[in-house]
């Protein structure tokens, strides 16, 4: 039974953060099926791995120095960090390289490193919840652990995996330059670097004093990571507000539907109200190739016809036009 409720609240918590971090991605939303296996990287090859390898070099840490307290605190703020970036990077690199099509803006970015991040941290959650919690401290230990794992900390991990995914979709928008080389190498050091300035922290401060100055700057980092996130989904709703005026020239969307589209409130209006007129099928998918459309003309202007933007851009005019006279607005 303890170790059910620490599965639990290990995972569920994730999976309704998951969903979050996708819902925030209002205008073009990435594919569920490879949002779930990024999840399921972060759960079982980024956590399985860094588990691994990070016991595997505490021990050598430990026969070099003698000493669990330098273990301890060179575990925690210089190898985790090290470890547990690189292995949830690789899913966003994986992501960036294989499906590129799918990798459009900086919220994808976010979105894609975040959702590996829970899958890492819904692993690592249960694990500490069940092993530190209960079976050190029974009950009060595993609630306690709920608490910090979940309340204090249960955006910890998707907010430095974050830095790697901004890294990467810059460089996927950027043409050439130093910028474009450099960004995700930026990202990936920022990752590590907040990463390490947490557990360290946390390794050096004990106490009630000490979890509420960390809480502190934890949650004032996620703040402003927030605001990050709510500039991207402003910035989307500018990238269709500019792009698919072309399409209403053209007639291919009416006036209704354009502000439809470039209006997350009215997207989820017109949603809800096409479940209960048999339209909610045809209307998903107009809205979804809206944003896929502007997304793709974006592209198209910044790095020209690069992996055949044009004859895709082409293709979602024709889906528009052909879902056009199906849709709910």
Same mark, same amino acid.
């Not at 569920?32 to 759960?43: D, E, M, N, S």
């Not at 946390?202 to 980092?221: H, N, Q, V």
């Not at 202007?301 to 199906?326: C, F, P, Q």
């Given at each position: 039974?303890?170790?059910?409720?620490?599965?639990?609240?290990?995972? !569920?918590?994730?999976?309704?953060?998951?969903?979050?971090?996708?819902?925030?991605?209002? =205008?073009?939303?990435?594919?569920?099926?490879?949002?779930? +296996?990024?999840?399921?990287?972060?759960?079982?090859?980024?956590?399985?791995? &860094?588990?691994?390898?990070? @016991?595997?070099?505490?021990?050598?840490?430990?026969?070099?120095?003698?000493?669990? &307290?330098?273990?301890?605190?060179?575990? &925690?703020?210089?190898? !985790?960090?090290?470890?547990?970036?690189?292995?949830?990077?690789?899913?966003?690199?994986?992501?960036?390289? #294989?499906?590129?099509?799918?990798?459009?803006?900086?919220?994808?970015?976010?979105?894609?490193?975040?959702?590996?991040?829970?899958?890492?941290?819904?692993?690592?959650?249960?694990?500490?919840? %069940?092993?530190?919690?209960?079976?050190?401290?029974?009950?009060?230990?595993?609630?306690?652990?709920?608490?910090?794992?979940?309340?204090?900390?249960?955006?910890? *991990?998707?907010? =430095?995996?974050?830095?790697?995914?901004?890294? $990467?979709?810059?460089?996927?928008? @950027?043409?050439?330059?130093?910028?474009?080389?450099? +960004?995700?190498?930026?990202?990936?050091?920022?990752?590590? $670097?907040?990463?390490?300035?947490?557990?360290?922290?946390?390794?050096?401060?004990?106490?009630?004093?000490?979890?509420?100055?960390?809480?502190?700057?934890?949650?004032?980092?996620?703040?402003?990571? $927030?605001?990050?996130?709510?500039?991207? #989904?402003?910035?989307?709703?500018?990238?269709?507000?500019?792009?698919?005026?072309?399409?209403?020239?053209?007639?291919?969307?009416?006036?209704?539907?354009? *502000?439809?589209?470039?209006?997350?409130?009215?997207?989820?209006?017109?949603?809800?109200?096409?479940?209960?007129?048999?339209?909610?099928?045809?209307?998903?998918?107009?809205?979804? #190739?809206?944003?896929?459309? !502007?997304?793709?003309?974006?592209?198209? *202007?910044?790095?020209?016809?690069?992996?055949?933007?044009?004859?895709?851009?082409?293709? %979602?005019?024709?889906?528009?036009?052909?879902?056009?006279?199906?849709?709910?607005?």
């Amino acid at each position: 039974m303890p170790f059910l409720v620490s599965l639990f609240f290990g995972f !569920a918590p994730m999976f309704l953060f998951a969903y979050i971090l996708y819902w925030t991605d209002r =205008y073009e939303r990435e594919p569920k099926i490879l949002l779930g +296996a990024v999840f399921f990287w972060g759960v079982a090859i980024a956590a399985g791995g &860094a588990f691994i390898i990070n @016991t595997v070099l505490g021990m050598g840490i430990y026969i070099f120095t003698g000493s669990e &307290a330098a273990t301890d605190i060179t575990t &925690a703020s210089v190898i !985790a960090p090290i470890v547990e970036e690189t292995l949830k990077g690789i899913a966003v690199l994986i992501v960036f390289l #294989v499906f590129r099509k799918e990798f459009d803006s900086i919220l994808d970015g976010i979105v894609y490193a975040g959702i590996t991040a829970l899958g890492f941290a819904a692993t690592e959650n249960t694990y500490y919840i %069940y092993n530190l919690g209960y079976l050190e401290s029974g009950w009060e230990g595993l609630w306690f652990l709920v608490f910090v794992r979940v309340i204090l900390v249960g955006w910890q *991990h998707p907010f =430095y995996t974050a830095f790697t995914g901004i890294g $990467f979709a810059i460089m996927r928008m @950027t043409r050439s330059g130093c910028i474009k080389y450099a +960004a995700p190498l930026i990202g990936f050091s920022v990752a590590m $670097f907040t990463h390490a300035f947490h557990n360290g922290l946390a390794s050096i401060m004990s106490g009630i004093g000490g979890m509420a100055f960390g809480t502190f700057l934890d949650w004032t980092g996620w703040f402003f990571m $927030f605001l990050f996130i709510l500039w991207a #989904v402003a910035s989307d709703r500018k990238l269709l507000e500019k792009h698919l005026q072309e399409e209403y020239t053209l007639e291919l969307i009416t006036a209704a539907q354009y *502000h439809t589209a470039t209006s997350a409130w009215k997207q989820t209006s017109a949603r809800t109200r096409a479940l209960f007129n048999g339209r909610y099928k045809a209307t998903k998918r107009f809205y979804q #190739v809206c944003g896929e459309l !502007a997304h793709k003309k974006e592209q198209f *202007h910044k790095m020209g016809n690069e992996k055949n933007n044009v004859e895709i851009i082409e293709k %979602y005019r024709t889906e528009l036009a052909s879902l056009k006279d199906r849709v709910q607005v």
